[in-house]
Structure formats: C-alpha cells, structure tokens
C-alpha cells in the first residue's frame, strides 16, 4: 500500500460519493454539486494511473484534466442558471419528487 | 513513513468534506464544504507533482465553482427556496454509490503495467515543441485540437446560459445588482486585489511556457480579478452584445482558427507548427485564449441578465 494506491482509493471513493449524492439529494442545487465531485474523483483516479510510471503524471492526462477541470466549470455555470431558473418557476426540486406540501409561490 | 501518513490524512480529509458536501445538513454549509473539498483535491494534486493541474483545480474548482455555487444559493435563498428537503432513496442510492466505488477500487489494482512508449516519444518530441513545459506542449502543440474545441466549447456554454435570460431582461446588465457596504470588506478588496490578480494573472500566462502555470490557469486569476471588481460594484458587468466585450470572448478561438489556417495553408496541415516558429505561434494563441478565457468565465459565474426591473437596485 503505497501513497499512490490511497490516493486512488479515496479518488474512487470520492467517485461513489458522488454518485450516491447525484441519486439521492432532492435539492437540485445538491445534486450540481454531487456532479463536480464525480468529476474531480474521476480526474483524481486517472491522475493517479498517470503517475504509475514512476517519473511524476504523465503529462498527456494532465493536459487532458486542465481541459476537463475547464469544461466542467463551464457545464456547472450552465447547470447552476438551470437549476435557479427552474426553481424559480417551480421550486427547487423535480416535481415527480416533490414533497406534499404544495408551495403557491410563483406559479405563472 | 512521513509521507504516508501524510497521504492518510490527505484521504481522511478529502473524503469527510465530500461527505459533508453530499450529505451534510444545509445547503450553504454544503457549499462551504465543497469550497474546502476543492482546496483539499489541489493539495493532492500537488502531492502527485502536478502542479499544472493543482493551480487549475485550486483556482477553477475550488474557487470560480465555490463563487458559481455561493452566488446560485444566495439567487435561492431571494426567493425563499434555499431549504434543503434532504436526501430520498438513500438504500438505491448508497448501493449504486458504493457499486462504483468498489468496481473503480478494484479496476485500480487491476490496471495493466503503465505504458512508458507515449512518455518516450512525447520527451523526444519536446525539443521541437517550441516551449519547455511538457504540459503546455500537449495542450497548445500536441493535442491542441483539443484545446481548440474546448475554447468553442466555452463560447458555447456562454451563450446557452443567455438563453435563460427572460426577455425583459435581456438588454440589462449581466447578473444581479451587486451591493458592497462602502469602506467594508469586499470594497476594499475590490480595489487592492484586481491589479495584483491582473499581474500574477499575466506571469501565470508567461512562465507556462516553460514552467508550471499556463492559459487556463492565467486566465482563471485575471477572470478571479474581474469577478471582483464587478461584485465589490466598482465596475458593472456588461450586457450581452458590447462590442469590447464580444471581440473579447471571441478573440482566442479567433486567432488559435487563423493559426490553424495559416498552418494548412503553409506548413503543410490544419494546426501544425513547424519548430522554428512554434514559440511565438503558441504564444500568441496563448495570448488570445487567456483574454478570451478571463472573459468567458468571469461571464459564466456572472450568469444570465436578470434585473428585470429597471428601478436600479430594487433589493
């Protein structure tokens, strides 16, 4: 058990922390956030095969990370102005998951 | 011994501020939680010694989507709909969570020996890169077909997110007003810290040549900056369709297509480029995607034009 295989572990745990969130949080704001950490899990993981090589990570997956980190955000901002968007117009849950206390607020 | 407990503590850290962030009661404090959870992930990319990748996380995940998600919960929290139901089909959930987790967990020990072969060629390849930072090589020489639709890629998040403007709102202001208490916190940082970002911003940009550091990371601090002086009210954000700020957003990809083009037409292919010119090509691709990057994210954490009612601050 190196420092190496921690790091991935924790990126793979992170992963399914991620997941459990993205199926799990009501609150559509939650679940933006349950997406990054997938993303950042998943960018840990493949961080941590690139550095198997022994010399430091391989610099063709940290190209590719800088480029993902940068989508991501972008997805996120999109995301974000998504959920406010629609929680504006019927709060900020999925009606098929909404509990049963009807809100009357902003109903047009 | 040091350093592996080190790492152990790394681990512990990153995994109980994801928890908190997931699973954590409140949604403010899941966001603050996620903010120290970027932090942390930046930590561990330093400690694997890719210091690219952590100023990118620490700069773009942990602060630009810790700004996106505060500002998103603040929006809510004006509407009264901030109040965090928590969390239903936990046993689904924790299943499909803990599957992924140990299906990734076993795929790591399972990982056939790493290929040196792509390492080998891309160290021999170095040389006629044009700068000396291998990962700026792959994004801006190597693979910057990627880097190319990526910047597209950026432009066209942007203009999704105008499409939820409403069309009262469409010919205001970029965000929400912004209110600073005069002489508090954030009025003064907003005047101290944007020209030392602008600076750092810009010898981010030019030590990525060859040293760590590069576009996107430059790029984020000058957009970082930006995003300050417009919440600290000193400069308002702009509307959609001023000419500075289109010819700003569009100029990277401009000049990274014009480059592409002058290497088909010249140098034998769409985005090759030929040893002896590859330093200044880069560079100024390098130069427009920053301008280019600073301003589509300081656009995107700004958000859609919303201040429907044109009365000035109705807060």
């Not at chain 1, 909404?98 to 047009?108: I, N, V």
């Not at chain 2, 060859?210 to 919440?231: E, I, K, W, Y």
Request: proline share 5%.
């Amino acid at each position: 058990m190196n420092g190496l295989d921690i790091l991935a572990l924790s990126a793979s745990a992170l992963v399914g922390l991620g997941i459990y969130g993205l199926l799990a949080a009501r609150h559509l704001l939650r679940r933006v956030l349950a997406f990054n950490l997938v993303g950042s899990g998943l960018f840990l993981w493949f961080g941590a095969a690139g550095a198997c090589g022994g010399v430091g990570v391989d610099p063709i997956p940290q190209a590719l990370i800088i480029t993902g980190i940068v989508v991501a955000l972008a997805a996120s901002a999109l995301g974000v102005a998504l959920v406010v968007a629609h929680a504006r117009l019927s709060g900020p849950t999925l009606p098929e998951e909404a509990p049963c206390d009807p809100e009357p607020d902003s109903g047009s | 011994m040091m350093a592996l407990s080190f790492d152990l503590a790394l681990a512990a850290l990153l995994i109980v501020s994801a928890l908190a962030a997931v699973a954590g009661r409140g949604l403010f404090r899941a966001v603050i939680f996620f903010i120290v959870y970027g932090v942390l992930v930046a930590l561990a990319w330093a400690r694997l010694g890719a210091v690219d990748v952590a100023l990118a996380e620490a700069a773009i995940g942990a602060g630009l989507t810790g700004v996106l998600l505060l500002a998103a919960h603040g929006r809510l929290r004006r509407e009264g709909l901030e109040a965090d139901p928590g969390a239903g089909g936990q046993g689904f959930a924790a299943i499909g969570g803990a599957g992924v987790a140990l299906a990734l967990g076993w795929a790591w020990f399972a990982l056939p020996e790493p290929a040196t072969a792509t390492r080998a060629a891309l160290d021999s390849a170095l040389p006629d890169a044009g700068v000396g930072n291998p990962v700026t090589a792959v994004l801006l020489n190597f693979r910057s077909f990627d880097t190319l639709l990526e910047s597209i890629v950026l432009l066209a998040a942007l203009v999704a997110l105008w499409m939820l403007a409403r069309d009262g709102a469409w010919r205001q202001r970029l965000g929400l007003p912004q209110h600073a208490r005069p002489g508090g916190v954030l009025a003064s940082f907003g005047r101290v810290l944007p020209p030392l970002g602008l600076l750092f911003g810009a010898f981010l940009v030019w030590s990525g040549a060859d040293d760590n550091g590069g576009a996107f990371q430059g790029g984020t601090v000058l957009a970082a900056s930006l995003l300050l002086a417009m919440m600290a009210g000193l400069y308002l954000p702009p509307r959609i369709g001023e000419r500075l700020w289109q010819s700003a957003l569009v100029l990277g990809p401009v000049v990274f297509i014009a480059c592409g083009l002058v290497g088909a037409l010249v140098w034998g292919g769409f985005l090759v480029l030929p040893p002896a010119y590859a330093k200044g090509v880069i560079l100024a691709i390098e130069t427009g995607l920053t301008i280019s990057i600073a301003a589509t994210l300081a656009l995107l954490v700004i958000g859609p034009p919303e201040q429907a009612h044109n009365s000035g601050g109705a807060a």
